[in-house]
């Protein structure tokens, strides 16, 4: 069984920072990716961020970028989302999501959420 837990979120007001992470745990969990997405309630969940466990590359997406970045710290399989100049639209519910195998069989699991409010 495969644990992913979000902690971090929090109200901040725009131009401040916030830091998330996310430790995935499980017997024998390796993973191949871990990342962000975000989600307001009646939109779909979109991408942030995502680290590739093994190289270390980071993809991030438009609106995040020069603003947001993400770190991992690998020998605890935990992932980091360092936010910077918040503005009152990044506020949403920030998922964790991380690929891996445990021990063999490969999926996606995700965690449970961590609400960052953003104010004005």
């Known amino acids: 069984q495969v644990q992913v837990v979000e902690s971090g979120g929090g109200l901040v007001q725009a131009g401040g920072s916030l830091r998330l992470s996310c430790a995935a745990s499980g017997r024998s969990f390796s993973p191949y990716d871990m990342g962000w997405y975000r989600q307001s309630p009646g939109k779909e969940r979109e991408f942030v961020a995502s680290i590739n466990w093994a190289t270390g590359g980071t993809l991030y997406a438009d609106s995040v970028k020069g603003r947001f970045t993400t770190s991992r710290k690998e020998l605890k399989n935990t992932v980091y989302l360092h936010m910077n100049s918040l503005k009152p639209e990044d506020t949403d519910i920030y998922y964790c999501?991380?690929?891996?195998?445990?021990?063999?069989?490969?999926?996606?699991?995700w965690g449970q959420g961590t609400q960052v409010t953003v104010s004005s």
């Open positions: 999501n991380t690929f891996g195998r445990a021990p063999i069989t490969a999926k996606t699991y």
